[in-house]
Every structure is written in C-alpha cells, then in structure tokens.
Nanobody, 122 residues
Framework: QVQLVESGGGLVQAGGSLRLSCAASGRTSSAQIMGWFRQAPGKERTFVAS????????RYADSVKGRFSISRDNAKNTVYLQMNNLKPEDTAVYFC???????????????WGQGIQVTVSS
C-alpha cells in the first residue's frame, strides 16, 4: 500500500500561482510513476501531469503545458506541481496519484490521495 497526502491548495486570483505537494509513504517502490489528476464539479477526473521516478520523463495534459511543471524529490518521497498563470477553468479538486506504470485515465491508477481544492477566481 502507498499512502499519499496532498498540501498546498487554496484560493488564488487568475494569473496567480500555487504549488501543490504530495508526500508518499508506505510501499513507495510501487510509486514508479507519480502524478496529478483533477476533477471539477460534475465532471470526470482527468489527467494533469505525471513523472517517472527518475525525474527524466514527464507528461502533461495539453491544457496545462507551458503553465504547470511537475517535479519530484525521491529523498523526501514527494512530488510537486507548480501551477503558474492559473485560469478559472483550472478550478478543481486536485488528486495526487501513484502507479507502477504510465496511465492517462483515472481508472488505471493504483493509489490516490484524498484530494485538495484549488479555486481560481476571475
């Protein structure tokens, strides 16, 4: 089992920045790929970004490319999501994910955090 705990969400104005953190514990050897998904009210949970344990391979959803940046610190078992130039449409609950392989869909994810709210006001 892998436990994931997110932090860093909140309320920000459009154009602002936030950094989310996700600390992993437990069987972290299963967390080869860590990432973020988000879910807006009434919508499906969708992929945002993911990163390989080496840090050398990254993936982003088209909607966040150039604005969001994912990174990880393996010594701390923590993954980060730096979100810049935030837009109202980025408002959602953001979920940290951990997986043994690459995954683009929520149904493919092995482990989830509890989720954290990000609200962007216009």
């Amino acid at each position: 089992q892998v436990q994931l705990v997110e932090s860093g969400g909140g309320l920000v104005q459009a154009g602002g920045s936030l950094r989310l953190s996700c600390a992993a514990s437990g069987r972290t050897s299963s967390a080869q790929i860590m990432g973020w998904f988000r879910q807006a009210p009434g919508k499906e949970r969708t992929f945002v970004a993911s990163i390989h344990w080496s840090g050398n391979s990254l993936r982003y959803a088209d909607s966040v490319k150039g604005r969001f940046s994912i990174s990880r610190d393996n010594a701390k078992n923590t993954v980060y999501l730096q979100m810049n130039n935030l837009k109202p449409e980025d408002t959602a609950v953001y979920f940290c994910s951990a997986n043994s392989a690459w995954a683009n869909y929520a149904t493919e994810i092995d482990y989830w955090g509890q989720g954290i709210q990000v609200t962007v006001s216009s």
